[in-house]
């Protein structure tokens, strides 16, 4: 069964003689009324032509023989302008038909039924439809480009600033460009994506052999940019009049991105101490202990990398767009870096929550160990200065142990022995042993202190936490080597 409509009706349609000429639809104007009640699914400012006389023409193009949307709109487009005026769509309409398309995808469906019907209705009980108000008689809205420039250095002591302020018709372009040729002058107008046909008409001419016709090379600001103009003929048929001639100009920057003297950080600093506050990036004046001596070499750093960061995709048959790599960044070094978990997640709150049982009842993690009791590294939340406090620092990859193996095999066996005698089922129950510290630290199973947790929890849990993990550390340049903390919410 076909799943377009049009196909239906172009059956149904196959006996039945349309009204030849179009123009001795007398009830034209009633039906664009009729379909008017529709309600209309545009945004205000995005309506161009009212919404009666788009449905009722487009009806007319079916019953006409159009079987798509761009067939559609080249009927609409066709029509006689006395038709399309009788309908109420005045002047020259340009339609899209993807447009056309998305209009018809949002109209309510049952609305425009009881609109076609009831009009059918009438038609069929012999009453006469008479519009509410003649669409002729509608004034044909009129779109409006206005900026606006204030005049630099029109201000004096006798005067206040000039504004300039300009409007414009989009829709008048051609109208213009043929006054101006007929008063003998030249006219020079910039093509942009707004006018794509013109616009691709323009990208087709011979540019690879077009001389350079000027080059300019300017440095200011902490770039550099380049200009290049070329000028080409243009044949006759370019849809816009009077043309002669097409320049293209085009523009590259390069060399350092300019970074403003005053920033916000969102943050404190890794010793605990300060609020989101508004820092300087060079000669930050800060105090010596309680004398007014201000010292000047405490610039905030930034550092930058070119290096991938990131965990790929999440999971397999991903859409490119959804995979997570991040090459080339700049950071606050001296800005702390924290890991936030939330035991409500609903992908890895058990980790999250083995975390929190980590840093809040130590003595109740597995392996058990009680004299002395465990103390979990990395725990943002306590209190500055205490051994809780102290960061987790990210393994280097391949970093080796004093015994030859690397530091995340240790990690990991480890973890594996502990899995195996304490959770000999977890694999059968669709369960995975998750550890703390992170196996790619080196505050990890394998460093021998006995300050670590093994739980078995949910694979997809384990497996999620390893994901969100691998994108903090891409967005906050966590390499080898580098301190973070984590911080469990509710």
């Not at 069964?1 to 196909?7: A, E, G, R, V, Y």
């Not at 690879?208 to 003929?233: F, P, V």
């Not at 397999?316 to 950071?331: D, L, R, S």
Request: glycine share 8%.
């Amino acid at each position: 069964m076909p799943s377009s409509p049009i196909d239906v009706l172009a059956r149904r349609l196959e006996h039945v003689t349309v009204a030849d000429p179009l123009t001795d639809l007398l009830h034209l104007p009633a039906l664009a009324e009729v379909l008017d009640a529709v309600p209309d699914p545009r945004s205000r400012r995005g309506r161009r032509y009212r919404l009666g006389p788009l449905l009722a023409l487009s009806l007319l193009a079916v019953l006409g023989g159009a079987t798509s949307l761009v067939k559609i709109t080249r009927f609409i487009a066709g029509y006689d302008p006395d038709l399309r005026a009788r309908a109420g769509l005045l002047g020259t309409p340009r339609l899209a038909a993807s447009t056309l398309g998305r209009l018809l995808a949002h109209l309510d469906g049952d609305a425009f039924d009881t609109a076609t019907c009831g009009y059918l209705a009438s038609l069929a009980a012999g009453v006469p439809l008479a519009t509410t108000s003649p669409p002729s008689h509608r004034a044909e809205l009129t779109g409006l480009a206005v900026d606006g420039k204030t005049l630099r250095g029109s201000r004096t002591p006798d005067s206040t600033t000039a504004h300039l302020l300009s409007a414009t018709r989009h829709d008048t372009q051609h109208t213009h460009a043929r006054q101006i040729v007929t008063a003998g002058g030249h006219y020079l107008f910039i093509v942009k994506a707004n006018q794509p046909t013109l616009l691709n008409r323009l990208k087709t001419l011979p540019w690879r052999n077009a001389i350079l016709n000027d080059r300019t090379d300017e440095s200011g600001h902490g770039r550099r940019e380049i200009r290049r103009m070329k000028i080409c003929t243009v044949r006759p048929s370019l849809p816009f009049p009077q043309t002669a001639q097409a320049i293209q100009v085009k523009r590259r920057r390069t060399g350092k991105t300019s970074i403003r003297p005053w920033v916000t950080l969102p943050t404190v600093f890794q010793d605990g101490s300060g609020t989101a506050t508004h820092v300087p990036l060079w000669d930050r004046k800060v105090a010596a202990g309680t004398g007014s001596i201000l010292k000047r070499d405490n610039a905030l750093t930034v550092r930058c990398d070119s290096k991938k960061f990131g965990p790929g995709a999440p999971l397999p048959n991903t859409p490119p767009e959804k995979v997570v790599n991040y090459k080339g960044a700049c950071i606050f070094p001296k800005a702390a870096r924290v890991y936030t978990m939330s035991m409500s997640h609903v992908r890895m709150g058990e980790v999250a929550k083995h975390v929190n049982t980590a840093f809040t009842t130590p003595d109740l993690t597995i392996p058990t160990r009680t004299n002395p009791s465990k103390v979990f590294p990395g725990n943002w939340n306590a209190q500055p200065g205490s051994p809780q406090r102290v960061r987790l620092e990210r393994l280097y990859k391949g970093a080796k142990a004093p015994d030859g193996r690397t530091w995340y095999s240790k990690n990991v066996a480890e973890k594996d022995r502990v899995c195996e005698d304490d959770f000999p089922n977890a694999a059968a129950q669709g369960k995975e042993c998750d550890e703390f510290p992170f196996a790619v630290t080196y505050e990890g199973a394998g460093k021998g202190d006995g300050n670590y947790s093994i739980l078995a929890l949910d694979s997809s849990h384990n497996s999620s936490k390893g994901w969100h993990r691998a994108v903090f550390f891409a967005r906050y340049r966590v390499g080898g080597g580098n301190p973070f903390w984590v911080s469990v919410q509710p």
